[in-house]
């Protein structure tokens, strides 16, 4: 909670020790899975002190919900392409690649897996996805402005059926939708929603 | 892997073992989640012998495979309405009820939490899935013969875009969708498929 420079200096020390430790943590999550995740472990691997790391990050959940910040952060923002099938089809493989990524990947299963169990990273992957459904709502809105899909449609509806079978596949099966998988997700979500199925039927006040 | 008749005859005492066994480990596995889920505690429950239950399942990881096992068997059979629409709004509210009902819902967050570091539950877990789409794709095969989606539509894709909106609001914000969610992937899947979303761009050999 503390606001000294050094913690918010991107070049400084406490942002190359948060660098190197979530670096560790990816690796160790990617090759071993979440079971094997330790702090000990992470911090030998950063070459950062343990007393740093747990004073920092607490437990391990404390250090996959940095990770999950770190993850929205960098990925990629979106790119309007002009048309609303292409925008759909830009988010299906961003997901896809995030779900095909071997650190990215297993970091999300990791994420869903101790949510149940863990309120802060409950938390924070329902943020996640929030920001990501917020930041894709507009190419949506757009398409119904320029008279794409029907006056009324959710958007958030719409973006959040983009993203579904890839995600139910990679938490279903642990692996991860190839390419075609995410065309399909982004063509099927068009033509539900120039169909109006997410249009009208739902409560006014809708989610 | 004995086949003594104990172990099949329905009203047999082994029967009525797993069944005390299954129910206690529902009632923790609701009322507390899964990092609660203790084999002793479960014993002591049910009132069964501790070494029998160690015996029989063995970890927590196997009692929750068994108890998916059951939910897949105990899963009303499908009913065909006679129409596609009708099939697929009865199969989206079979996976609502399933995601808000306290025991199964809190069953699968379990089981998609634990599948990543557990390759017996990760085995199960897939199978509950295929077995279950494989029970819905005769009604989608039913409503390509009458004609009402485009041939060469991978059945197997409409049933699991059904489930997938659902099953990702559980997983990524842990509370179960509500009926008009339900209504509405059953009415997105049916628009996607008929516009022909799921029909001939994806690879020959499907998956």
Redesign the interface.
């Known amino acids: 909670m503390s606001a000294r420079p050094g913690t918010v200096r991107p070049g400084g020390r406490t942002a190359r020790v948060r660098t190197a430790v979530l670096r560790a943590a990816g690796d160790i999550l990617a090759e071993h ?3 094997h995740l330790d702090l000990a472990d992470v911090a030998r691997r950063a070459g950062v002190g343990k007393t740093t790391v747990y004073r920092r990050w607490g437990s391990v959940t404390g250090l996959v919900t940095d990770l999950l910040a770190e993850l929205a952060h960098d990925a990629a923002p979106h790119r309007e392409t002009g048309s609303l099938p292409g925008d759909l089809r830009a988010y299906a493989l961003l997901v896809q690649r995030e779900a095909a990524d071997a650190r990215q990947g ?1 970091l999300l ?2 994420v ?6 863990d309120g802060r990273t ?1 938390a924070a ?2 943020r996640f ?1 929030e920001v990501r459904v917020e930041e894709w709502v507009p190419c949506v809105e757009q398409g119904v402005a320029r008279g794409e899909l029907p006056a009324g449609t959710d958007a958030a ?1 719409v973006v ?2 983009v ?3 890839l ?3 990679l ?4 692996v991860a939708p ?1 390419p ?1 998988a995410a ?2 997700a982004a ?6 929603a ?5 249009a009208g ?3 006014v006040t809708g ?1």
Chains 1, 2 share one sequence.
């Open positions: 899975g979440f079971a297993a299963r990791a869903v897996a101790a949510a149940p169990c409950a992957l329902r996805f509806a959040r059926a993203s579904a079978p995600h139910q596949e938490l279903t099966t642990g190839a075609h065309e399909c063509r099927a979500a068009y033509a539900a120039v169909a109006g199925a997410y039927a739902a409560p989610r």
